[in-house]
């Protein structure tokens, strides 16, 4: 994963390790699934697939979808 994915996910994701585990699960099965890497692309939605379950509103994060 490039660092530039990680710092994006880093400070944007719920601070906790079951919040980090959960995203890179995430992350991981909407990458195998589109069949490439885990790109920002990949982690703005798993952001956004995480808010939504938590309930939380998705603030700003449609603007961030865009690939490196």
Do not use: F
Not at 25 to 44: E, F, K, N, P
Request: charged content about 35%; proline content about 3%.
């Amino acid at each position: 994963v490039d660092p530039r994915v990680i710092t994006y996910v880093a400070a944007r994701m719920e601070r906790s390790p079951a919040e980090a585990v959960a995203l890179v699960d995430l992350m991981d099965r909407l990458a195998l699934s589109a069949g490439t890497a885990v790109t920002r692309r990949v982690a703005a939605e798993a952001l956004r697939q995480r808010r939504v379950l938590r309930g939380e509103g998705m603030d700003g994060l449609e603007e961030e979808a865009g690939d490196e």
